[in-house]
């Protein structure tokens, strides 16, 4: 009986010690992140079909703006944070709007979502920062242009400037929040351009998309985590600007072997490019000679998935998980969408989705879910939240991403603008009068 004792005794004591290290390298390092496009408040779409009428797309777009008060929104976006709690949220259609006085007066930063929203989070909150360098990376900017872009509003512009009107403008980007306990395990942080733009007008008025990346210790891991938004116009037989912002991003990121989660609205549904029978109430890219139906070099999505990224879902091919769908004023789906999307078999009028979390390099997902799609909306995309797992513990720390300077547009590029509006404006009023 006491040999058993000492025997027992003396197994417990060996296996202790077997399952120890075992047990240290067992410990999981798990994280949760957010993917939100918090919109820029008003329907983009629209107002180019008022072009060359500039002070009417102009007031369009700041008359919906004031309709969406983002500091509404913002309280409804951080409740939504905060319930779910995620240590990184990537963020596209971060958007500042500017107005100014006159001419000769400097912008005045007017609403600032990025700020409001961490406001509202009550400094839970921070943007990654290292050396200098936010996450946050400007995308495409319409300027406040005097005359052109003037916009009405004296409740708001008497306290500001003295006068009803102003000129205003908006610049959109992308931005990494963190939770702030992390910020001072931000290793380093980048901004950078996708060489491919959309122009409008050639030259002088091109839609430029970009992204924003921070590496972050997480538990002593070093993971990477980067938030884009691709271009959502395309042309007809033409690769979509989306899918070549992915294949230079696919390429950007082929270096990085440290842990990897990229966040983002793609612009791209599994689905596309479609048939020209399909169903396409979302208007997304339709098939041809150029792109043929189901083409991955045509779709951003696909690119990801076959460069080895891991989409963390829910699956996209579920028409539960789409997310894109609301109208542009937030009460609701698009009423023009919402009996297809209810025929797809989503109920709430999502038609599309665009808005995806991709991992590489050993990040296993362990839970994913899309929230913010039922009312009230704060926002015109549904968003992707996710937990994982950090399986690759060993892998060291990546190069800086490459650097692709921003493409900024010129004093003189903005008064060709103003110019050539102007011109093919009062073009079309004397054709319309004749």
Not at 143 to 170: E, H, S, W, Y
Not at 278 to 303: I, K, R, V, W
């Amino acid at each position: 009986m006491k040999l058993r004792g000492v025997t027992a005794a003396l197994i417990g004591a060996i296996s202790a010690a077997l399952l120890t290290p075992y047990a240290v390298q067992a410990a999981e390092t798990t994280i949760t992140v957010m993917s939100r496009n918090i919109y820029l408040g008003a329907d983009v779409g629209v107002a180019l079909e008022l072009i060359p009428n500039m002070p009417a797309a102009a007031q369009f777009m700041w008359d919906q703006v004031n309709k969406n008060d983002f500091s509404k929104r913002s309280i409804a976006l951080a409740a939504e944070i905060k319930e779910y709690k995620p240590d990184v949220i990537g963020l596209q259609e971060a958007t500042i709007w500017y107005c100014k006085k006159n001419a000769w007066s400097k912008k005045t930063e007017v609403f600032n979502f990025t700020d409001q929203l961490l406001e509202a989070l009550g400094g839970d909150y921070v943007l990654a920062s290292k050396d200098g360098t936010t996450a946050f990376n400007p995308g495409y900017s319409i300027n406040p242009i005097p005359f052109l872009t003037m916009v009405k509003d004296p409740t708001r512009f008497q306290k500001l400037f003295g006068q009803d009107k102003a000129a205003c403008g908006f610049q959109i980007g992308d931005a990494l929040a963190i939770k702030k306990s992390l910020a001072d395990q931000v290793i380093r942080v980048g901004n950078t351009e996708y060489e491919d733009s959309y122009s409008i007008v050639p030259t002088l008025m091109t839609i430029y998309r970009g992204y924003t990346w921070a590496d972050v210790n997480i538990e002593d891991i070093a993971v990477r985590f980067v938030t884009t938004h691709l271009e959502s116009i395309w042309d007809e037989n033409k690769v979509p600007n989306a899918a070549k912002q992915a294949t230079q991003l696919i390429s950007d990121l082929k270096e990085t072997n440290m842990p990897l989660v990229v966040i983002g609205d793609f612009n791209a549904d599994p689905r596309d490019p479609r048939p020209a029978n399909a169903a396409n109430p979302g208007l997304q890219p339709t098939a041809s000679e150029e792109c043929p139906a189901g083409d991955s070099n045509c779709n951003a999505f696909s690119l990801m998935v076959e460069a080895g990224f891991t989409d963390a879902g829910p699956d996209s091919s579920e028409p539960t998980t789409y997310t894109w769908g609301m109208n542009a004023l937030l009460t609701g789906p698009d009423p023009d969408r919402l009996k297809s999307a209810q025929g797809m078999g989503n109920e709430y009028g999502f038609t599309d989705r665009l808005d995806y979390i991709f991992t590489k390099n050993g990040v296993a997902v362990t839970t994913s879910q899309i929230i913010g799609y039922k009312a009230p909306y704060a926002t015109d995309h549904a968003g992707v939240f996710a937990e994982f797992t950090i399986l690759n513990t060993l892998a060291g720390e990546s190069e800086p991403l490459p650097e692709h300077k921003p493409f900024p547009i010129s004093f003189w590029q903005w008064v060709g603008i103003a110019l050539l509006t102007l011109i093919i404006w009062r073009i079309k009023r004397r054709l319309t009068r004749a």
